[in-house]
T-cell receptor, first 110, second 116 residues
Framework: GESVGLHLPTLSVQEGDNSIINCAYS??????FIWYKQESGKGPQFIID?????DKRQGQRVTVLLNKTVKHLSLQIAATQPGDSAVYFC?????????FGKGTRLSVIA | ETGVTQSPTHLIKTRGQQVTLRCSSQ?????VSWYQQALGQGPQFIFQ???????GRGNFPPRFSGLQFPNYSSELNVNALELDDSALYLC???????????????FGPGTRLTVL
């Protein structure tokens, strides 16, 4: 069946370094992808999205890259800060509700 | 804060009991989606309500049911609770059915349900 998954369950990054969180998806028909950040005790918070007709989209300190050939999605966070510590989920959509992956926990080392 | 509120924040029930969780959507939003998030997992879609009607359902048994009211607030009801129902239950509201395009889903903080 279709699934959304993440390569690494945990990621530790030094404060100030760049973070890269990866995600693999299997539904080639998915046309919209979202990255969410979930802090402890809170619901998922939208970070950035990208449509399948794009391969890169930039926001404030974040960049999402989409490689449709290998069905891979990544989230890059520049100059990682302690406040970036959270679990990050990618989610895919194809005329269906959000399908989330398991998540990657990002820990920022001061 | 997203403007989506959920109640209660925490709840403890025993097996076989019934539970009702509540969600108030963000102002101007007519669509509410419910998700179950087990510990260490990503949220799993339960169902979506659009203008008071169910609009899509995930792989959950019929003992999971819901309602949406004229003010677009929503309830999730779970009958005959099982231990595996222990999870964080999230609701998300959006301005139109489906999360695509500009119809971003805004999540509430969730209700933590523990079934003993």
């Amino acid at each position: 069946g279709e699934s959304v998954g993440l390569h690494l369950p945990t990621l530790s990054v030094q404060e100030g370094d760049n973070s890269i969180i990866n995600c693999a998806y299997s539904n080639s028909a998915s046309d919209y992808f979202i990255w969410y950040k979930q802090e402890s005790g809170k619901g998922p918070q939208f970070i950035i999205d990208i449509r399948s007709n794009m391969d890169k989209r930039q926001g404030q300190r974040v960049t999402v890259l989409l490689n449709k050939t290998v069905k891979h999605l990544s989230l890059q966070i520049a100059a990682t800060q302690p406040g970036d510590s959270a679990v990050y989920f990618c989610a895919e959509i194809n005329n269906t509700p959000l399908v989330f992956g398991k998540g990657t926990r990002l820990s920022v080392i001061a | 804060e997203t403007g989506v509120t959920q109640s209660p924040t925490h709840l403890i029930k025993t097996r076989g009991q019934q539970v009702t969780l509540r969600c108030s959507s963000q102002s101007g939003h007519n669509t509410v989606s419910w998700y179950q998030q087990a510990l260490g997992q990503g949220p799993q879609f339960i169902f979506q309500y659009y203008r008071e009607e169910e609009n899509g359902r995930g792989n959950f048994p019929p003992r999971f049911s819901g309602l949406q009211f004229p003010n677009y607030s929503s309830e999730l009801n779970v009958n005959a609770l099982e231990l595996d129902d222990s999870a964080l239950y999230l609701c998300a509201s959006s301005s139109e059915r489906g999360p695509g395009g500009d119809n971003e889903q805004f999540f509430g903080p969730g209700t933590r349900l523990t079934v003993l």
